[in-house]
């Protein structure tokens, strides 16, 4: 790609993330490696296997997520270990893989509630746990203040995952 490219955005989302905007993001993994900064490495690192979902062969992906949760955890910043965990629900709902998305949001669950932070990381894992199944993945959604109305908050997660499997490679 050359510097006015652009690229399909594999969040999901509105608008192209244009090449300069990827190589600001290896320029941070950069830095953050350079300055021995855990937590923003760690940060970088999921925000990098964000935009590989569907796109990258999952091993890869889970070791940029495993790398993340490590460096963020020796980091001492706890709650931010729920943004990796997002991606690896979200790597294992693209996937298919319904069991390790569970396990994983469980996971983002109990973190949510011993830190008493981002338990809507949990909610929306169930979401799209549901958007697979078809099933209610029961009643155990925390009182969330949203800052929009719930169920067109829930629609725009589930559209991303939809949206996400729909160009996934084979």
């Known amino acids: 790609m050359t510097a006015g490219e652009t690229r399909e955005r594999p969040d999901g989302l509105d608008g192209p993330f244009t090449t300069r905007q990827l190589l600001r993001l290896d320029e941070a993994m950069r830095l953050a490696d350079q300055l021995q900064t855990p937590i923003e490495l760690g940060r970088a690192l999921a925000t990098r296997a964000l935009t590989r979902v569907g796109a990258h062969p ?3 992906v889970l070791a940029d997520l495993e790398r993340s949760v490590e460096l963020i955890e020796r980091s001492g910043f706890r709650s931010d270990v729920l943004n990796p965990l997002a991606t690896t629900m979200f790597l294992h709902c693209v996937e298919g893989d319904v069991d390790a998305a569970r396990a994983t949001r469980d996971q983002a669950r109990r ?3 011993e830190l ?3 338990r809507e990381t949990g909610v929306v ?4 746990i549901e958007e697979l199944t078809g099933e209610q993945e029961g009643d155990r959604e925390p009182a969330i ?3 929009d109305d ?3 908050i829930k629609r725009r997660w589930t559209a ?3 949206n996400r499997r ?3 490679a084979p």
Request: glycine share 12%; aromatic share 12%; hydrophobic share 45%.
């Open 58 to 60: 999952p091993r890869e």
């Open 111 to 113: 973190l949510g509630e």
């Open 116 to 118: 008493d932070a981002h």
């Open 125 to 128: 894992g169930a979401w799209w």
């Open 145 to 147: 203040d949203w800052l």
């Open 150 to 152: 719930h169920d067109l």
């Open 160 to 162: 991303v995952l939809t």
């Open 166 to 168: 729909g160009r996934a």
